[in-house]
């Protein structure tokens, strides 16, 4: 969208002119920092882009929302701050005005959704100490927000909004300034992440007034794509339901003066999905050694696909990193999803014969790919379906090794975009079988090297069936395996003879109880 095509609403109240009168005389920097633009030096060279990150996670809350709450209670008067303040936040914002609080002396009520991550709750309690109390309503910020407008009616304080705020806009676009003061060279787009608009809004607005030539792009999960919707239809719109993984941008519609801005000053809104933003987390870390939380790898998701579908432009690219409250028990789930949204993994399920010759075709069919992960438990006479993860530079070579399989007669079903087998059905690949007879159980280490699971599939012994393996490349040193081979009682001894010259660290599990109560038929 054009960011000048668009007519002026009869309620549009501000303008870039205003908002950057606004911006500069916010007092932002009595309480948060001029911080970092840094050039993301690992990810240009890779995608062959001049991108920098906006280091807003180096914030004192670790959150760019401490600037606007805090312009928009510094303004406040003494008969306003005597009332106190009430705010609904997903976590951000609220830990932004509980700062402000405690610095200002002033009493805030601040409302979270009960599905706001731990780590923000502790945080907003800290940071606000005897100044602040949380209540937990509701499962989104829309719920959260009628509570607290419940709360300030019964109260008369003032309510602090997280995002459709003159001041509240100004003390976020306070970040557009550092931007341009940081970087006077060619710049091509500043890539934005949006919730309810207030951060995108004023961005927007000083960089269109200052550098008109500068592309300004929002981007926005996927299942959480309010303002792009708004944008298209004309209107605000209303969500019915919002995704949480990106928790703080997790807004159900846009505000009245945040929309009027964006329909100005945005020039265009790109949508991500939960893998592309976990590969975004990735990538920030490579580059930086922090970990931002999935609102604040938006931005630089949203940038990658810019430059996949466009090209990386004739200039800088810059990422806002927009905060780093990450839940830590996150992070298991975004290692998982990180290499697909990259598209460097790949996810089959593929079918082959169940008789002997079968798996060895197998492996030679996956060639020199390593494998991420691989599942499987036997549960037909005739067919065995394994789950494999296979790790991938392009995504041309998951057509050709789908084409592979095919060419062995394997039955190949790709399942890399697939929400209930990545989510759900690779962790549930086993069970009690009754063809899984005289099945011996052992746990095997062996050193992660690329090719190294291939080699140890070779070396198993021809003769005898495997009736069960599972194994997830976790990227640690040594790599675990859990496996199931059918040996008769009369051949254990030639079994011991096979462990011991495999060469490899092994446990025998075939007594293990849970085994016996879960797998074993």
């Given at each position: 969208?054009?960011?000048?095509?668009?007519?002026?609403?009869?309620?549009?109240?501000?303008?870039?002119?205003?908002?950057?009168?606004?911006?500069?005389?916010?007092?932002?920097?009595?309480?948060?920092?001029?911080?970092?633009?840094?050039?993301?030096?690992?990810?240009?060279?890779?995608?062959?882009?001049?991108?920098?990150?906006?280091?807003?996670?180096?914030?004192?809350?670790?959150?760019?929302?401490?600037?606007?709450?805090y312009?928009?209670?510094?303004?406040?008067?003494?008969?306003?701050?005597?009332?106190?303040?009430?705010?609904?936040?997903?976590?951000n914002?609220?830990?932004?005005?509980?700062l402000?609080?405690?610095?200002?002396?002033?009493?805030?009520?601040?409302?979270?959704?009960?599905?706001?991550?731990?780590?923000?709750?502790d945080?907003?309690?800290?940071?606000?100490g005897?100044?602040?109390?949380?209540?937990?309503?509701?499962?989104?910020?829309?719920?959260?927000?009628?509570?607290?407008?419940?709360?300030?009616?019964?109260?008369?304080?003032?309510?602090?909004?997280?995002?459709?705020?003159p001041?509240?806009?100004?003390?976020?676009?306070t970040?557009?300034?550092?931007?341009?003061?940081?970087?006077?060279?060619?710049?091509?787009?500043?890539?934005?992440?949006?919730?309810g608009?207030?951060?995108?809004?004023?961005?927007?607005?000083?960089?269109?007034?200052?550098?008109?030539?500068?592309?300004?792009?929002?981007?926005?999960?996927?299942?959480?794509?309010?303002?792009?919707?708004?944008?298209?239809?004309?209107?605000?719109?209303?969500?019915?339901?919002?995704?949480?993984?990106?928790?703080?941008?997790?807004?159900?519609?846009?505000?009245?003066?945040?929309?009027?801005?964006?329909?100005?000053?945005?020039?265009?809104?790109?949508?991500?999905?939960?893998?592309?933003?976990?590969?975004?987390?990735?990538?920030?870390?490579?580059?930086?050694?922090s970990?931002?939380?999935?609102?604040?790898?938006?931005?630089?998701?949203?940038?990658?696909?810019?430059?996949?579908?466009?090209?990386?432009?004739?200039?800088?690219?810059?990422?806002?990193?927009?905060?780093?409250?990450?839940?830590?028990?996150?992070?298991?789930?975004?290692?998982?999803?990180?290499?697909?949204?990259?598209?460097?993994?790949?996810?089959?399920?593929?079918?082959?014969?169940?008789?002997?010759?079968?798996?060895?075709?197998?492996?030679?069919?996956?060639?020199?790919?390593?494998?991420?992960?691989?599942?499987?438990?036997?549960?037909?006479?005739?067919?065995?379906?394994?789950?494999?993860?296979?790790?991938?530079?392009?995504?041309?070579?998951?057509?050709?090794?789908?084409?592979?399989?095919?060419?062995?007669?394997?039955?190949?079903?790709?399942?890399?975009?697939?929400?209930?087998?990545?989510?759900?059905?690779?962790?549930?690949?086993?069970?009690?079988?009754?063809?899984?007879?005289?099945?011996?159980?052992?746990?095997?280490?062996?050193?992660?090297?690329?090719?190294?699971?291939?080699?140890?599939?070779?070396?198993?012994h021809?003769?005898?069936?495997?009736?069960?393996?599972?194994?997830?490349?976790?990227?640690?040193?040594?790599?675990?395996?859990?496996?199931?081979?059918?040996?008769?009682?009369?051949?254990?001894?030639?079994?011991?003879?096979?462990?011991?010259?495999?060469?490899?660290?092994h446990?025998?599990?075939?007594?293990?109880?849970?085994?016996?109560?879960?797998?074993?038929?």
């Amino acid at each position: 969208m054009n960011a000048s095509a668009a007519a002026e609403p009869a309620d549009f109240t501000l303008t870039a002119a205003s908002v950057l009168r606004m911006a500069e005389s916010a007092r932002v920097y009595e309480v948060a920092h001029h911080t970092a633009l840094e050039q993301a030096s690992l990810l240009s060279a890779r995608i062959g882009a001049k991108i920098w990150l906006k280091r807003e996670d180096q914030q004192p809350v670790f959150s760019f929302k401490l600037r606007g709450a805090y312009n928009r209670m510094a303004q406040l008067s003494a008969a306003d701050r005597a009332r106190g303040v009430v705010a609904a936040s997903a976590g951000n914002h609220a830990q932004g005005v509980a700062l402000a609080a405690s610095r200002l002396g002033i009493r805030a009520t601040i409302v979270m959704p009960v599905t706001a991550p731990q780590v923000k709750i502790d945080a907003v309690r800290r940071f606000g100490g005897a100044f602040t109390e949380v209540v937990l309503s509701g499962d989104s910020y829309s719920e959260a927000q009628a509570e607290a407008m419940r709360l300030r009616e019964a109260s008369n304080a003032t309510f602090v909004h997280p995002f459709d705020d003159p001041d509240v806009i100004a003390g976020q676009a306070t970040i557009a300034l550092e931007i341009l003061a940081q970087h006077a060279g060619p710049l091509h787009a500043v890539f934005v992440p949006i919730g309810g608009g207030g951060l995108i809004a004023g961005v927007a607005a000083v960089i269109k007034a200052r550098r008109p030539d500068v592309r300004v792009i929002g981007v926005q999960a996927s299942d959480a794509d309010s303002m792009a919707q708004a944008l298209r239809a004309g209107t605000r719109i209303a969500l019915d339901e919002v995704g949480l993984f990106a928790d703080g941008t997790a807004v159900k519609q846009v505000g009245a003066l945040t929309f009027s801005l964006c329909r100005h000053y945005v020039d265009d809104v790109l949508r991500v999905d939960t893998d592309a933003i976990c590969a975004a987390i990735r990538d920030i870390y490579q580059d930086t050694r922090s970990v931002p939380e999935p609102s604040g790898a938006l931005a630089l998701a949203g940038l990658k696909h810019y430059v996949a579908m466009h090209g990386a432009g004739d200039g800088a690219l810059v990422a806002v990193v927009s905060g780093a409250n990450m839940n830590f028990d996150r992070l298991r789930f975004v290692a998982e999803r990180a290499e697909v949204g990259e598209q460097r993994e790949a996810v089959f399920a593929v079918t082959i014969p169940e008789q002997r010759g079968s798996f060895r075709r197998f492996c030679s069919a996956l060639g020199q790919h390593s494998i991420t992960e691989f599942n499987y438990r036997i549960g037909d006479a005739q067919a065995a379906h394994i789950f494999v993860g296979v790790q991938m530079a392009r995504r041309e070579e998951r057509e050709a090794l789908a084409a592979a399989f095919r060419a062995n007669d394997f039955g190949v079903l790709d399942l890399t975009d697939d929400e209930l087998a990545k989510l759900h059905l690779r962790h549930m690949i086993g069970g009690r079988s009754p063809l899984a007879r005289d099945e011996r159980l052992y746990r095997f280490d062996f050193p992660e090297r690329p090719g190294a699971l291939a080699r140890f599939l070779e070396r198993m012994h021809p003769d005898w069936n495997i009736s069960l393996f599972h194994y997830r490349n976790h990227g640690a040193d040594y790599g675990r395996i859990l496996v199931g081979i059918q040996v008769p009682p009369s051949e254990h001894a030639l079994l011991r003879h096979f462990l011991a010259t495999l060469g490899y660290p092994h446990v025998d599990e075939s007594d293990n109880p849970a085994y016996r109560l879960l797998l074993r038929a």
